[in-house]
């Protein structure tokens, strides 16, 4: 009854913000969706795709756009909250595996996270409006890999390098096994893959307010060739999803 009064007036405080133009946020504990859930039907009607950016929350309505911030790395994700929990008392809210890669908590499992309400019925606010990404630079980028000299500038937004910063063109699916702010932290986990024996590995640069850099295994044709590879990830002591790789 005292949980259940609680989440009351909670929620009678969230509608009182909106209210009065107040922004939501809320600090603590993100964990994600275990893997078993995916395909399932959530609270609100929708199915649960563990590669959308979706989220699960007690109180706020279904169609809330959330960022939610990784306080560790700073990385940030905005998601739709389509479900209800998490169940778990100490934590606040619980994530898509896709948006719990993205602010790089699929290793840890839990993070310490700041959300702020920024959208609802499934929209940004004006105001929130993501910043127009940089253009894809189609310039060709010269490296010789027997001297590997990559920089945060040589690796563009838009593209695919191997960890020497070459270019590369991988078509159709990967494994993401890595999503980092920093390019550097990318670089060791290729490293670390290829010491245990994964040599195909590629350095995906997307934009999520910033630059990410993405670590992204193999090359498969389809969704499930890709899937079926992942044991074969997790055996070497890696987890990651299925991607696809940039046109």
């Known amino acids: 009854m005292k949980t259940y009064i609680l989440i009351v007036l909670l929620c009678l405080q969230i509608s009182e913000n909106f209210a009065q133009g107040q922004k939501f946020t809320q600090t603590g504990v993100a964990s994600y969706y275990a893997g078993r859930f995916h395909g399932r039907k959530t609270s609100s009607g929708e199915i649960y795709d563990s590669k959308k950016l979706t989220a699960a929350h007690r109180t706020l309505k279904f169609g809330t756009m959330v960022k939610v911030t990784n306080l560790k790395n700073n990385l940030s994700v905005i998601v739709k909250v389509n479900d209800r929990g998490p169940f778990a008392h100490s934590r ?10 993205e602010i790089g908590m699929l290793k840890t499992g839990t993070a310490q996270v700041r959300i702020e309400v920024v959208g609802e019925n499934g929209k940004l606010f004006e105001t929130e409006t993501p910043k127009e990404q940089p253009k894809k630079d189609t310039t060709s980028v010269a490296q010789n890999p027997s001297k590997p000299t990559p920089t945060d500038t040589t690796f563009l937004t838009g593209n695919t390098y191997s960890l020497w910063g070459t270019k590369k063109n991988p078509k159709g699916m990967g494994i993401q096994v890595g999503s980092y702010g920093d390019l550097e932290n990318a670089k060791d986990l290729c490293k ?16 999520s307010e910033k630059r990410i850099y993405r670590v992204l295994v193999g090359a498969f044709t389809d969704e499930e060739t890709g899937k079926k590879q992942l044991d074969a990830i997790r055996k070497a002591g890696f987890d990651g999803i299925v991607k696809k790789h940039f046109d």
Do not use: F, H, P, R
Request: aromatic letters at 8%.
């Open 192 to 207: 670390d893959l290829q010491k245990a024996g994964i040599q195909e590995t590629y350095i995906q640069v997307g934009w």
């Open 92 to 101: 606040i809210i619980d994530l898509s595996q896709a948006a719990a890669q």
